[in-house]
């Protein structure tokens, strides 16, 4: 009889006090299941295209230009589209969002294989897979929010974000996989097929969630933000490689426009896109940098592996792929301990130690010899994907518990923009120090060479390798030339990314030392 009495004041306690159904209280973790499944679908475009370059370059006679946008239109509409799509959610319906956003994002990956008959059409293709993955992501994580009761919600946060960072990873290891066997067109199918497999999925088990307080969307600081987070990520990827043109500079000035208009416009309206007064919250405000700064310096510097992998190491698309995988074991494997640690140990006790194994996973890189081994790579890499556990799950659950549930979409929004824009950060500046580092590096070996071949060597490592192979090919003496630009270019290279990953190594040091001086350490961040 007790246990009666204690069941019907559980159930009691979840509709009255938490809000949350009974029913959907009692199918929470299945929920967070499928969730989950649609997360991995908007998470895995990220990153599955890269490997597929090569090919797609041949076979759609592709510039660089329109390589580099192949991969980065999807970046572009995602990020851009976040803060109204997360309205759009919290308004009209957050589970019938998704399944738009995944319908959307289904359609674009089979058009990309099945129709596309020019690299634009495939950067059409991209972008609108994009508007998909935006209809789809924050919809995940504020629907988590709104499902899970304060007391479970670190557990359910700490399993969506080690989704997301996995899930991500993993992109380029299950394309990697595919292409050794398959054509470029597998490249795209794998999301269709998680598209496809999640619809019915998400339409079965997860419930339908609004804003029960809803207001109408505030369409102009939608457009606002819309047009400042495209300005910034055309800028951070377009300066560095293209300069600072006309066009450059007036999407620059077009953005910094955008955010002083927004920031003024939503000071004033009743019902603002971004409510400003959440960042008068340090916890929010310093989950904000933490999580920017944690991708700037993770994406940043994974920005070089695959090509220290295919062109250093010498390994292969479907082996490179591989290799990714042992290094994910600690996030999986501390993801859903973290809770427990801050609720033990505090916050700042589970961020700061995250961010100097970050940093020191990043330090141990810049020690790699030109040739690394595997075994070099897989500790170093083990001991950032740890600090990443440590530091993402605390990171975003501050941010989530921030903001009103009935706003969660909000909140989900930022979470997933901060993560975009310090990607582009990271892959924009890193990137071009790389660049700009391995051109100083190599330019006294590319000043024996003439011509073309000169140029070549100078303007990455992928062409200073294959002309190193023609070289070689000319037999003789030549073998030895060959050998030699090879090694310096490897040198080179990697000299330029151990730059980078010390850059990474200071940003994430410096992280925790902010974190350390600034979180607060009451019980209410532990439970944050």
Known sequence: MPSRVHSDHVRFDIQ?????????????????????????????????????????????????????????????????????????????????????????????????PLFAASGVELIVARAVMGLGGA??????????????????RPKAIAIWTAVAGVGMMFGSVITGVLLHFFSWEAAFLVGAVLAFIALPIIAWVVPESVDEQATPVDWVGGALVTVALAGIVYTLMEAPSGGWTTSTVVVVGAAAASVATFVWWERRVENPMLDLALFRSRRFSLSVVSVTLTFFAMIGAFYSMTQIFQLVMGYDELTSALAMIPAMVPMLVLGPLVPRLAARFGTPWTVVPGLVAIAGGFAMMTAWPTVPSYGDFLVAMSTVTAGMALVMTPATNMLMASVPSNRSGMGSAMNDATREL??????????????????????????????EAASAVESSLANAIAVSDSIA????????????????????????????MLISALIAGATALLMLIMLPRDRATDAA
């Not at 003496?477 to 990697?494: G, K, L």
């Open 16 to 112: 009255s006090v938490h809000g949350i159904d009974r029913r959907t209280y009692r199918r929470r973790w299945l929920i967070l299941a499928a969730l989950c499944v649609g997360l991995v679908t908007a998470m895995i475009a990220n990153m599955s295209l890269n490997l597929a370059l090569p090919e797609l370059a041949v076979v759609f006679s592709m510039t660089q230009l329109q390589l580099t946008w192949v991969v980065e239109a999807f970046t572009l509409v995602f990020a851009a589209l976040l803060f109204v799509s997360a309205a759009i959610a919290d308004r009209y319906g957050r589970k019938r969002t998704m399944i738009v956003g995944l319908g959307v994002f289904l359609a674009a990956s089979l058009y990309a």
């Open 135 to 152: 209809l789809v992501m924050p919809t995940t994580l504020s629907l988590v929010n709104v499902v899970f009761p304060a007391k479970e």
């Open 473 to 500: 090919a000319q037999g003789g003496a030549a073998v030895d030339i060959a050998a030699q630009v090879a090694s310096a270019a490897r040198e080179a290279f990697m000299g330029a990314a151990q730059h980078a």
């Open 422 to 451: 310090g990607a582009a950060f990271g892959v924009a500046l890193l990137g071009s120090l790389i660049a700009e580092d391995y051109t100083s590096n190599v330019s006294s070996t590319a000043a024996q060479l003439t011509g």
